[in-house]
């Protein structure tokens, strides 16, 4: 029989080869194989009844920053949506390209980032689970991981942004005291400022 690299003959390679493709896709497709696992479908929510919820959330909520908005920022708003958009519906999110994304624009901006995102199409995924609508944070929490073990681990720096930006009740995730933060706590320590409640 053949023998390849360090003595192991073919059969023994390409099991190890099927093996790590089917860990790569498991680990793309990790959120719908849980979800299923769970019985756990997002809510049905038709676009309607999601546009209402944004437009509830938003009215009772004040930037943290004392921030306000501009009509100027509406076309950047809608952009900044978008793209979020694009990585959260992806196979495999970008999630340092979105906090960076993020990480300049001030409480009232961010305000306009969700509007913007207003409720959008989520799909149920792979495994038959049901479409429905979801605004910005419903994506958020069924996209960002919230473990280390499978997810990223982040610190955030909070050098270049403005004093109040920066979480006073929660975790800010520079690392100092707790170490790197789960991709939702990062998010959530980021959105803080904005005042919306963090649903994610």
């Known amino acids: ?3 390849g690299l360090a003595g192991l003959d073919q059969k023994t390679w390409v099991g190890i080869g099927v093996g790590l493709a089917v860990l790569v896709i498991l680990l793309i497709v990790r959120k719908d194989v849980l ?3 769970s019985g756990e ?3 049905l929510v038709s676009q309607e009844d999601a ?3 944004v437009e509830d959330v938003l009215a009772d909520a004040d930037p943290v920053d004392d921030s306000v908005p501009t009509d100027e920022f ?3 708003a809608m952009a900044v949506a978008d793209s979020q958009y694009q990585e959260l519906t ?3 999110q970008d999630e340092y390209a979105m906090m960076a994304q993020l990480q300049s624009y001030d409480g009232a901006q961010l305000q306009q980032i969700f509007e913007a995102f207003g409720a959008r199409l989520y799909d149920g995924g792979i495994f038959g689970g049901e479409d429905t609508y979801m605004n910005l944070f419903g994506f958020y929490a069924e996209e960002l991981d919230n473990s280390l073990i499978y997810g990223n681990e982040i610190t955030l720096d909070w050098d270049d942004v403005p004093e109040q930006w920066r979480p006073t009740n929660m975790e800010d995730c520079s690392g100092i005291i707790t170490g790197g933060c789960t991709e939702k706590q990062a998010f959530r320590a980021i959105w803080w400022r904005s005042g919306l409640p963090l649903t994610f």
Do not use: N
């Open 41 to 43: 479908d997002a809510p």
């Open 90 to 92: 992806s196979w495999s």
């Open 1 to 3: 029989m053949a023998k």
């Open 35 to 37: 979800r299923w696992l």
């Open 74 to 76: 509406a076309a950047t």
């Open 51 to 53: 546009t209402t919820q």
